[in-house]
């Protein structure tokens, strides 16, 4: 798991998620709850390339929320490694937020659960 993420509005313009992902230096960023019954979103940096580069769309004009993916599909910080690795492969996502209680204490992608999830299981 990362403790490196980022939490932006939805309203946030995709140049300026960009220009906060480079300073932060992260692949995604987490779209904050609006009020207590609604859900987090993402967008990942190959959803803006896909949604926002590909279509030829300003980044200027367009908000966050436009283009996230929501509700996101997070993981348990309890979750065995391999079911995390079966959730990813089934919804075909390489990464999500870890949540407990409701709050986001972390990401996890294919990167962690093979680099760092997997010392001790004779890899």
């Known amino acids: 798991m990362s403790n490196t993420y980022v939490i932006v ?3 946030m313009t995709v140049a300026e998620g960009i220009l906060l ?3 932060k230096q992260v692949k995604e960023l987490i779209i904050k709850k609006r009020h207590d019954d609604d859900e987090y979103g993402i967008v990942l940096l190959s959803d ?12 200027e004009r ?3 929320y436009e283009i996230m993916t929501k509700p996101v599909l997070s993981v348990s910080p309890d979750m065995n490694i391999k079911y995390c690795a079966q959730l990813f492969e089934r919804f075909e996502i ?6 407990r209680h409701g709050e ?3 990401m996890v992608s294919y990167n962690n659960i093979v680099l760092n999830g997997m010392t001790g299981f004779g890899y």
């Open 94 to 99: 390489s990464r999500a937020p870890v949540i």
């Open 21 to 23: 992902a480079k300073q």
């Open 9 to 11: 509005d939805g309203l």
């Open 62 to 64: 367009i908000n966050i």
């Open 104 to 106: 986001i204490i972390g």
């Open 48 to 59: 803006i390339a896909k949604k926002v580069l590909m279509q030829n769309r300003s980044a």
